[in-house]
């Protein structure tokens, strides 16, 4: 999984991650992290947030690292996986890609 900035953010890439699962927040998993981690018990969550997501093997993007330097390719789409491609409003949350050969982790 990549993700990437907010607008806040210029949408910069900003890493990958092997995904496990996502966790609504409405969850038994999903409440038990938000009341027990450090990161949400004490700074709270974005109050637009709708789930958690589980990755393992994280990597961060190096320095102007761009999501371009995944080589994938978009699902269905079949465009590059490039910043541009993504399409805007609700859809940019969650873009399937491929790529050729697996990414390293």
Do not use: C, W
Request: aromatic content about 10%; overall charge positive.
């Amino acid at each position: 999984m990549a993700f990437y900035g907010d607008a806040d953010l210029n949408n910069t890439y900003l890493g990958r991650g092997l995904f496990h699962r996502y966790l609504p927040l409405n969850s038994s998993p999903g409440l038990e992290i938000l009341s027990n981690h450090a990161l949400y018990s004490q700074r709270g969550y974005p109050t637009t947030a709708k789930g958690l997501i589980a990755l393992s093997n994280i990597i961060a993007a190096e320095r102007d690292e761009l999501l371009e330097s995944l080589n994938g390719t978009i699902v269905p789409t079949k465009l590059p996986l490039r910043l541009r491609n993504i399409p805007k409003g609700q859809a940019r949350a969650r873009i399937y890609f491929l790529t050729e050969k697996p990414l390293p982790y």
